[in-house]
């Protein structure tokens, strides 16, 4: 790992990023978001329609990422016990032993989500939150750092459950991937002519750097007036009268977290307000919800957030050249 403090997480997101860019095309602003919410040691939704790269973008990134990787395939039929493990009994023994599930690992790819039934899709609601898994009264740790990496198709399409709220809570972030343009399209037809590319990409961190580079985000100043920024837009989401459902606190302290690790991902030792604006859409979206009227009236979720950020006046930049060399760990 290359540099000190902010810059050592710099360098080492820019690496990850112009790795994965050999294999995903116009998507560098996704796969940013992907390493806030790992930066910040927290879960990521990705969702969108088949075929648009979800499973793709995830497996680049646990390729990037020294870390242990597992994939679950969710299914109507899939069981709690498939994902968190069940005990057997051992002939050897005479007793009962765990066989751990795939959820024993750092990084965990729940593919298509939200197609297993909502018992299933709670197994892991304990995994996501306390890093844990609780068998027969005994609870046993996960592996660290854990991550769980979610794809989930649009509830519209048939065969699909939606997430209760409480898991769509732990869920750091929620992403959209989005149609390529012609020109990527282009590219992308030329990248995967012949092989895959994803398969050649090599770990560029380890499981104890990414550790080291979590801790070195939380040093990230945070003045009191953006701190109170945060505030006022998480109040002004409870308060507005198209949303029934508001921010939790939860998600209040996801905002925090999220701007300190983009401004560390983007150099900077401290945070401003286009930070946390950046990242509103993507730690709100999937926690609050609307009026049945509004949602009648098919007012769009995107666009009342958009009026939230608009209505809370942004503090003004204050940081001092002396602080920002101060903060940025060079």
């Given at each position: 790992m290359v540099g000190t403090g902010v810059n050592a997480?710099?360098?080492a997101t820019r690496k990850i990023n112009d790795q994965i860019e050999r294999v995903?095309?116009?998507?560098?602003?996704?796969?940013?978001?992907?390493?806030?919410?790992?930066?910040?040691?927290?879960?990521?939704?990705?969702?969108?329609?088949?075929?648009i790269g979800?499973?793709?973008l995830a497996r680049s990134m646990s390729r990037s990422l020294g870390c242990t990787f597992r994939r679950v395939q969710f299914t109507p039929d899939l069981l709690p016990s498939d994902i968190t493990g069940t005990h057997v009994f051992d002939q050897?023994?005479?007793?009962?032993?765990?066989?751990?599930?795939?959820?024993?690992?750092?990084?965990?790819?729940?593919?298509?989500?939200?197609?297993?039934?909502?018992?299933?899709?709670?197994?892991?609601?304990?995994?996501?939150?306390?890093?844990?898994?609780?068998?027969?009264?005994?609870?046993?740790?996960?592996?660290?750092?854990?991550?769980?990496?979610a794809t989930q198709n649009p509830i519209e399409l048939e065969g699909t459950f939606p997430l209760p709220?409480?898991?769509?809570?732990?869920?750091?972030?929620?992403?959209?991937m989005g149609y390529p343009t012609?020109?990527?399209?282009?590219?992308?037809?030329?990248?995967?002519?012949?092989?895959?590319?994803?398969?050649?990409?090599?770990?560029?961190l380890s499981a104890g750097d990414l550790v080291t580079l979590q801790v070195l985000c939380r040093d990230?100043?945070?003045?009191?007036?953006?701190?109170?920024?945060?505030?006022k837009l998480t109040q002004a989401s409870r308060n507005h009268p198209q949303i029934e459902l508001g921010a939790s606190p939860r998600a209040m302290l996801g905002l925090l977290h999220a701007s300190q690790a983009l401004a560390a991902v983007r150099g900077r030792g401290y945070v401003i307000p286009d930070d946390v604006k950046t990242l509103v859409p993507a730690v709100f979206e999937h926690r609050i919800s609307m009026h049945?009227?509004?949602?009648?009236?098919?007012?769009?979720?995107?666009?009342?957030?958009?009026?939230i950020v608009d209505s809370v006046a942004a503090p003004v930049e204050t940081m001092s050249a002396a602080t920002t060399a101060s903060t940025t760990g060079d």
């Amino acid at each position: 790992m290359v540099g000190t403090g902010v810059n050592a997480v710099a360098v080492a997101t820019r690496k990850i990023n112009d790795q994965i860019e050999r294999v995903m095309v116009g998507k560098r602003d996704v796969a940013e978001l992907l390493l806030v919410a790992i930066l910040c040691d927290g879960h990521v939704l990705i969702e969108d329609v088949p075929g648009i790269g979800k499973t793709m973008l995830a497996r680049s990134m646990s390729r990037s990422l020294g870390c242990t990787f597992r994939r679950v395939q969710f299914t109507p039929d899939l069981l709690p016990s498939d994902i968190t493990g069940t005990h057997v009994f051992d002939q050897k023994t005479g007793d009962f032993a765990f066989r751990q599930g795939p959820v024993f690992t750092q990084v965990l790819l729940a593919d298509e989500i939200n197609r297993a039934t909502p018992r299933t899709q709670s197994a892991l609601l304990e995994a996501m939150e306390e890093k844990q898994v609780t068998a027969e009264g005994e609870s046993m740790a996960l592996p660290r750092p854990f991550l769980v990496l979610a794809t989930q198709n649009p509830i519209e399409l048939e065969g699909t459950f939606p997430l209760p709220e409480a898991q769509l809570d732990r869920f750091l972030l929620r992403v959209r991937m989005g149609y390529p343009t012609q020109e990527e399209d282009a590219l992308i037809l030329d990248r995967f002519m012949k092989d895959n590319p994803v398969e050649d990409l090599e770990p560029v961190l380890s499981a104890g750097d990414l550790v080291t580079l979590q801790v070195l985000c939380r040093d990230v100043k945070v003045e009191a007036d953006v701190r109170e920024y945060i505030s006022k837009l998480t109040q002004a989401s409870r308060n507005h009268p198209q949303i029934e459902l508001g921010a939790s606190p939860r998600a209040m302290l996801g905002l925090l977290h999220a701007s300190q690790a983009l401004a560390a991902v983007r150099g900077r030792g401290y945070v401003i307000p286009d930070d946390v604006k950046t990242l509103v859409p993507a730690v709100f979206e999937h926690r609050i919800s609307m009026h049945a009227q509004s949602n009648l009236r098919g007012d769009s979720l995107s666009d009342v957030l958009k009026e939230i950020v608009d209505s809370v006046a942004a503090p003004v930049e204050t940081m001092s050249a002396a602080t920002t060399a101060s903060t940025t760990g060079d």
